[in-house]
């Protein structure tokens, strides 16, 4: 399930096993994620699904449903 594989994803990109995350959720809400970090969760985000996102894809992402709907993208079949 696209949810439980992203959340997995950010868990090790943020270190923490215990991080629930949700569609509204964005880098405000979770205090590890700066600019590096963004850069790392997006690697691991395409190394995982298989996708290799465009940079004004990736400038537009506003929050994790956005991301999850670009990964939809490439992945339709995990809609």
Same mark, same amino acid.
């Given at each position: 399930?696209?949810?439980?594989?992203?959340?997995?994803?950010?868990?090790?990109?943020?270190?923490?096993?215990?991080? +629930?995350?949700?569609?509204?959720?964005?880098?405000?809400?979770?205090?590890?994620?700066?600019?590096?970090?963004?850069?790392?969760?997006?690697?691991?985000?395409?190394?995982?699904?298989?996708?290799?996102?465009?940079?004004?894809?990736?400038?537009?992402?506003?929050?994790?449903?956005?991301?999850?709907?670009? +990964?939809?993208?490439?992945?339709?079949?995990?809609?």
């Amino acid at each position: 399930m696209l949810q439980d594989d992203l959340q997995a994803v950010f868990r090790k990109v943020f270190d923490d096993p215990a991080l +629930v995350i949700t569609d509204d959720m964005s880098a405000a809400d979770i205090e590890k994620w700066d600019s590096l970090a963004h850069i790392n969760l997006i690697v691991e985000v395409e190394k995982f699904f298989g996708a290799r996102f465009k940079n004004a894809e990736m400038a537009r992402l506003q929050c994790i449903g956005d991301l999850k709907k670009l +990964v939809i993208k490439y992945r339709p079949e995990l809609a």
